[in-house]
Structure formats: C-alpha cells, structure tokens
C-alpha cells in the first residue's frame, strides 16, 4: 500500500528531546494528581511512548519526580538567594523575599503545588519544609548583623529566620489557592506583621518602591 503523500513524516526526538518531554509530562501530571497519584502508565500515555521508555530514562516515576523537583528548587532558591543577597534595609529584604516568592507561584503554579506537597518518604531532600530552611539559613545572618547592631543576643536569630521564612512561605501556599488580594497588597501585609507586629499595624500597608528595584 502506498504512503499518503499529504501525511508529514514522523520526527524521532533525540534522546535529550525525549527526556525533556517525559519531565514536562511528569511535571504537568505530578501538579494534578501528585506523587501518589501518578503512575508510569500515565506518564507514558501522555507522552505517546511505551511504558519502557520512561524507565530506560528515569528508572520509574520517581526518577521524574526527583527532577522536576530538583529543578523547581533550584528556581525558587536562586530567585530568593538573589534577593536576599542584594542587601539593603532589613525592611526592604522582608519586602524583595515576600514579592519573590509571590511572584514565583504566580508564574510557576505547577512547579510550587509539587513543592508543597508531600514528597515520597525515601525522599529526604527536596522537600518544602527543606527548602525552607535553606533560606531561613541564608536570612540567618542577616538577621544576626542586624539582632547586633540594635543590642539584641544574636543567637536568637536562627529562631526568628524560621519564623519570619515560614510566615512568607505559608501565607505563599494559600495564596496558591486564594489569589486574591493581589500579590503587592498579600506582601505589603506580611512585611505589615513581620515588621510592626500585631500592636503597631497599619490599616492600609503599603510597599516600598524600592522594593521593586
């Protein structure tokens, strides 16, 4: 039987090609359904490849999991590690951490919904809680100078790291879902709590515009 003349040739990926497409497959899937809740047979169906494809590049799912989270860690960490260590007032750091990390789940909704989730149990790194403190070590310091400079014990400052991380990053997770106020208004309130506590709130916190330098 003769070819159709009108049916264009099939391209073969590359190797490479091929790996790539099976981490955005896994990734897109691992966003809706989770660890659990995504198996190789999936993967492979919606990478129109056989089930054997997927274990010759990753070993199973898990192999794509440690991937897409690795790099999704990656992405968050030097976004944050950036900001972090530009310097400046300890205010306008506050600010730049909570707009990063807003800004990130904005345009990476997928990537931050694998993070918070739970990873499987073999799986010691790559986790959100892990990730959050490697960032609340980085802020460590910079809490430390300041704890200095205003006659505070300085070795109180891993604790508030924890705490002043963990309120951006658990207010970041329901925003995830909420989106709403928008992101410049949910930071201004987060610096508006960290930074005044509850007794000195302002009524309409703003940002500073540097900020946003």
Do not use: C
């Not at 691992?30 to 590049?57: D, L, M, N």
């Not at 904005?106 to 990730?131: H, K």
């Amino acid at each position: 039987m003769a070819s159709d003349p009108r049916r264009a040739p099939r391209v073969r990926m590359t190797g490479t090609q091929r790996r790539e497409q099976l981490i955005t497959v896994g990734r897109t899937l691992f966003a809706e359904k989770g660890f659990e809740g995504t198996s190789v047979e999936e993967i492979a169906a919606r990478a129109k490849v056989s089930k054997p494809v997927v274990y010759e590049h990753f070993g199973g799912k898990e192999g794509v999991y440690a991937v897409v989270v690795d790099r999704e860690v990656q992405r968050l960490l030097g976004m944050l590690t950036e900001q972090l260590s530009a310097g400046g007032h300890p205010k306008i750091i506050v600010e730049k951490a909570a707009l990063t990390l807003l800004d990130y789940i904005e345009a990476n909704t997928d990537g931050f919904r694998i993070l918070v989730r739970d990873s499987p149990v073999a799986q010691g790194t790559g986790t959100f809680s892990s990730l959050i403190g490697d960032v609340a070590s980085q802020v460590e310091y910079l809490l430390a100078a300041q704890f200095r400079t205003r006659g505070l014990d300085p070795a109180a400052a891993p604790m508030y790291a924890q705490m002043l991380v963990g309120l951006i990053a658990l207010t970041g997770q329901w925003w995830l879902e909420a989106r709403s106020p928008n992101k410049t208004e949910v930071a201004a309130h987060i610096v508006n709590l960290a930074w005044n506590g509850l007794k000195g709130l302002e009524r309409r916190p703003t940002l500073s515009s540097l900020a946003r330098s």
